[in-house]
């Protein structure tokens, strides 16, 4: 495994809950100490317009939890253009070797998206099978009013902190999902809309020497010049990077050996209606976990100071 040429291993533990109406015990115990909580049990569905006016049944009449998006709502409102991550798995002729990955960013209707969405969830093996459309890291403010509306900012984003809100970002996507390992500068508070999300964590300084770590190997691998700054390009969605960190936080069956230091973190699963705070400067990925047949995987963030 990649993994092996790294001197860690990550062990991970579940995140203690909170209860989110508690603002200032929130605030002494986990948002100034910097220290990573979940809440659970669906705290946040009555808040958050959208879990409730974005979705439909995947299907009518079915009472599980795969849910689609409500195109005939997204069509009411005012197009606009969204970011979206592609991703196309080319085969190989090598039948031992994996798909090659192709990503691309580009900029693309809202419209499109929600019409491409419910294409492939109706239809997985057969609309596009080898490409996946992510909606991530889409800006609230750039959405139609209305939507904005559905996803207004949470008690704790507007009275832990500051007030202010240093950027917000919406998610969505067909399952399985992946944001893999970086941090953010600012605290982090995720909810989910739909569809079931794992976030796991590591210490700022744990993150950053596995970071540091694996863009050796790279540079070694690659042949080019060692590089461990925090400026980060498509290497870090597709290719060696992404494999190992992919590897490194995700594959739970790596062999203990006393050559490795076992590196602790926290793990939450979250359902419709949960979250996770993430600190300031907390190393993370996030899987949107699943396949078509569980619906339309969401969520929702703000970072805020």
């Known amino acids: 495994m990649l993994t092996r040429q790294l001197p860690f291993r990550a062990v991970f533990k579940n995140l203690p809950s909170f209860t989110a109406d508690n603002v200032p015990l929130f605030r002494s115990t986990h948002f100034k100490p910097e220290s990573p909580v979940a809440f659970q049990q669906q705290q946040f569905t009555s808040s958050i317009p959208a879990i409730r006016k974005w979705l439909l049944p995947l299907k009518p009449g079915n009472k599980d939890t795969a849910l ?16 979206l991550e592609r991703t196309t798995n080319v085969p190989l002729q090598d039948s031992e070797q994996e798909a090659k990955g ?32 992510y909606l991530a890291q889409c800006d609230l ?11 207004p900012p949470l008690k704790l984003v507007l009275e832990a902190g500051k007030g202010d809100i240093y950027a917000s970002s919406l998610w969505m996507g067909v399952p399985p999902t992946n944001t893999p390992l970086h941090r953010d500068p600012n605290p982090n508070l995720l909810i989910q809309l739909a569809g079931r999300k794992v976030v796991r964590m590591i210490r700022p300084q744990f993150g950053r020497a596995v970071y540091q770590h694996t863009r050796q190997i790279c540079a070694e ?23 190992i960190l992919d590897d490194f936080m995700w594959n739970d069956g790596h062999e203990s050996s ?3 230091v076992e590196v602790e973190g926290y ?3 979250l359902e419709a209606g949960d979250g996770v705070f993430i600190p300031k400067g907390w190393w993370h990925s996030v899987r949107g976990v699943g396949t078509a047949e569980d619906g339309i995987n969401a969520s929702v963030n703000w970072w805020f100071r």
């Open 68 to 83: 689609t998006l409500n195109e005939k709502y997204f069509d009411s409102q005012p197009d606009v253009s969204v970011p």
């Open 102 to 133: 192709i990503f691309e960013r580009l900029e693309a209707p809202l419209s499109l998206f929600t019409a491409w969405t419910t294409k492939k969830l109706l239809n997985p093996s057969v609309f596009e099978p080898n490409t996946s459309l």
């Open 141 to 151: 403010p750039s959405l139609p009013p209305q939507l904005q509306l559905d996803l």
């Open 221 to 243: 691998v690659e042949g080019s010049q060692f590089s461990g700054g925090d400026i980060r390009g498509d290497e870090m969605m597709v290719g060696l990077e992404r494999n």
């Open 258 to 260: 006393r050559d490795v």
């Open 267 to 269: 793990d939450t699963t």
